[in-house]
Nanobody
Framework: VQLQASGGGLVQAGGSLRLSCLAS????????IAWFRQAPEKEREFVAY????????NYAASVEGRFTISRDNAKNTASLQMDSLKPEDSAVYYC??????????????????WGQGTLVTVSS
């Protein structure tokens, strides 16, 4: 499956953005989906996760209550709604897909498929 992330941009602190992840080459419904982010000179970090069915969602503590992950398997898309953005949320955001196994959802190396990343910049 190929993933394409979009929706990044420049926003003021307190604002909102919605990122989208479009899958092609296979049904997204056979994968768990996560969003990761990477700021300059920092390691890639877990942001949010959703199971293939959408029944389970998990978030990093830093975004809990502000970000919402969702998916629409019929449209082969996943989304990340980001509200109350802070300057420290600035990063390149990546969507990722992993097979339905027991690999840790919070580890980047659990994911075999990655989108190209979309840049989010939050100004203070």
């Amino acid at each position: 499956v190929q993933l394409q992330a979009s929706g990044g941009g420049l926003v003021q602190a307190g604002g909102s953005l919605r990122l989208s992840c479009l899958a092609s080459g296979g049904p997204l419904s056979t994968y768990d989906i996560a969003w990761f982010r990477q700021a300059p000179e920092k390691e890639r970090e877990f942001v949010a996760y959703i199971t293939w069915s959408g029944n389970t969602r998990n978030y990093a503590a830093s975004v809990e209550g502000r970000f919402t992950i969702s998916r629409d398997n019929a449209k082969n898309t996943a989304s990340l709604q980001m509200d109350s953005l802070k300057p420290e949320d600035s990063a390149v955001y990546y969507c990722a897909a992993k097979s339905l196994d027991y690999a840790s959802y919070g580890r980047a190396d659990s994911y075999a498929y990655w989108g190209q990343g979309t840049l989010v910049t939050v100004s203070s």
